[in-house]
């Protein structure tokens, strides 16, 4: 039922027809697949957060090819904003602006505000110029599950609930946009995410950073900033603290827990796959903490291998660094953990 589509000419533009009647169309950007729709047709929007399971109060990015474009959905483009863009646009940096009128409660969850960004994919660039609207896309997975890297991911979630999906290979990102907010003083981070907040502050000295998980009833200042969000199925336990503690705990928890009969998969970087020595686990490597990068690309990718090997209980334990795209990386493990062990340094 879902058509899957190549990234041809002719692929663009019949995905293009499609999100004009008001279809919902899978395309990869940067950063992980998104599902699009129509951002000024709210009947098309509503069907997206259908085809999602996504509650109504979570709004959604609206996705654009221009400064110009973007321009039109806000009734006030700031400096910061205007200078963000100029530097990071395209790329994987989501704005949020005060909302033009223009622009669906439906795609702002009833918010006075409206999240933009412009993707530097070109299939995503592509798609967005045949359309010449503006695209609401969430990243194109069910709700509250890890988000999708491959066309793959997009069709064992969302198969026969969307028209079509554009193949257009793995993501080169792998984690999803930073997300910052200018409507608020001062302006804040409210998801880390591709572009490194390190770099943001470059340009806004004062930017914030809201810190994550939020607790699940603390109230959400980004409606979507739930704490338990990108999870697997499978209960997935966090180490963290001293990195040697936390080591020694997690290798004695994968011994309890096979000795009581349970599938165990551990997820974990090089060093810490390395230190942990043989392990009566199914083990995905994640690739080496020299390379950040190479890490948030997979990251999604073996949590959805782990969910679907059919194990009992996923461990992992926080990586490497804080700073760059390991907060992004952090911030996702921590959401998709459904426990939180945290083991003091000896
Ligand atoms: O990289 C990405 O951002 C991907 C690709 C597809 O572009 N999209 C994505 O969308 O991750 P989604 O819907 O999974 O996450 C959007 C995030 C949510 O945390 C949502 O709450 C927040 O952006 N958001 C959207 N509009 C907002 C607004 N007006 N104010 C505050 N947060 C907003
Ligand atoms: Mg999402």
Same mark, same amino acid.
């Given at each position: 039922? %879902?058509?899957?589509?190549?990234? @041809?000419?002719?692929?663009?533009?019949?995905?293009?027809?499609c999100?004009?009647?008001?279809?919902?169309?899978?395309?990869?950007?940067?950063?992980v697949?998104?599902?699009?729709?129509?951002?000024? @047709?709210?009947?098309?929007?509503?069907?997206?957060?259908a085809?999602?399971?996504?509650?109504?109060?979570?709004?959604?990015?609206? +996705?654009?090819?221009?400064?110009?474009?973007?321009?039109?959905?806000?009734?006030?483009?700031?400096? @910061?904003? %205007?200078?963000?863009?100029?530097?990071?646009?395209?790329?994987?940096?989501?704005?949020?602006?005060?909302? +033009?009128?223009?622009?669906?409660?439906?795609?702002?969850?009833?918010?006075? %505000?409206?999240?933009v960004?412009?993707?530097?994919?070109?299939?995503?660039?592509?798609?967005?110029?045949?359309?010449?609207?503006?695209?609401?896309?969430?990243?194109?997975?069910?709700?509250?599950?890890?988000?999708?890297?491959?066309?793959?991911?997009?069709?064992?979630?969302?198969?026969?609930r969307?028209?079509?999906?554009?193949?257009g290979?793995?993501?080169?990102?792998?984690?999803?946009?930073?997300?910052?907010?200018?409507?608020?003083?001062?302006?804040?981070?409210?998801?880390?995410?591709?572009?490194?907040?390190?770099?943001?502050?470059?340009?806004?000295?004062?930017?914030?950073?809201?810190?994550?998980?939020?607790?699940?009833?603390?109230?959400?200042?980004?409606?979507?900033?739930?704490?338990? +969000?990108?999870?697997?199925?499978?209960?997935?336990?966090?180490?963290?603290?001293?990195?040697?503690?936390?080591?020694?705990?997690?290798?004695?928890?994968?011994?309890?827990?096979?000795?009581?009969?349970?599938?165990?998969?551990?997820l974990? %970087?090089?060093?810490?796959?390395?230190?942990?020595?043989?392990?009566?686990?199914?083990?995905? @490597?994640?690739g080496?903490?020299?390379?950040?990068?190479?890490?948030?690309?997979?990251?999604?990718?073996?949590?959805?291998?782990?969910?679907?090997?059919?194990?009992?209980?996923?461990?992992t334990?926080?990586?490497?660094?804080?700073?760059?795209?390991?907060?992004?990386?952090?911030?996702?493990?921590?959401?998709?953990?459904?426990?939180?062990?945290?083991?003091p340094?000896?």
């Amino acid at each position: 039922m %879902t058509a899957v589509l190549g990234t @041809d000419p002719g692929s663009i533009q019949r995905a293009a027809d499609c999100l004009r009647a008001g279809g919902l169309v899978a395309f990869p950007t940067e950063t992980v697949y998104g599902l699009g729709a129509h951002a000024l @047709d709210g009947t098309a929007v509503r069907r997206l957060f259908a085809a999602k399971g996504r509650p109504p109060h979570d709004p959604l990015i609206v +996705h654009v090819s221009s400064l110009e474009q973007a321009a039109v959905l806000t009734t006030g483009m700031p400096a @910061d904003a %205007t200078a963000l863009a100029g530097e990071f646009w395209p790329g994987p940096l989501t704005i949020v602006l005060k909302r +033009h009128e223009s622009v669906p409660r439906e795609v702002t969850a009833g918010l006075d %505000t409206v999240a933009v960004r412009v993707p530097a994919h070109p299939v995503a660039r592509a798609l967005i110029e045949a359309t010449a609207f503006p695209v609401a896309a969430p990243s194109a997975n069910l709700f509250s599950r890890p988000s999708p890297t491959t066309a793959a991911h997009v069709l064992h979630d969302l198969d026969g609930r969307i028209d079509m999906i554009i193949d257009g290979g793995p993501t080169p990102v792998g984690v999803e946009s930073t997300v910052v907010d200018l409507t608020s003083t001062p302006p804040r981070v409210l998801r880390p995410g591709g572009v490194p907040i390190e770099r943001l502050r470059a340009l806004l000295p004062r930017l914030e950073i809201t810190a994550t998980p939020l607790a699940a009833d603390q109230a959400a200042p980004s409606p979507g900033l739930l704490s338990q +969000h990108y999870s697997p199925r499978t209960p997935m336990a966090l180490y963290s603290g001293g990195a040697a503690s936390a080591q020694a705990a997690l290798f004695k928890r994968i011994q309890d827990a096979t000795a009581n009969g349970l599938r165990v998969g551990v997820l974990a %970087t090089r060093e810490q796959a390395d230190a942990l020595g043989p392990v009566t686990a199914l083990l995905i @490597d994640v690739g080496s903490e020299q390379a950040p990068d190479a890490v948030a690309r997979r990251l999604y990718a073996a949590i959805r291998e782990l969910d679907n090997a059919n194990l009992d209980l996923i461990l992992t334990q926080q990586m490497a660094g804080t700073d760059g795209l390991w907060r992004a990386i952090a911030d996702r493990l921590s959401r998709a953990a459904t426990e939180h062990v945290v083991v003091p340094d000896r």
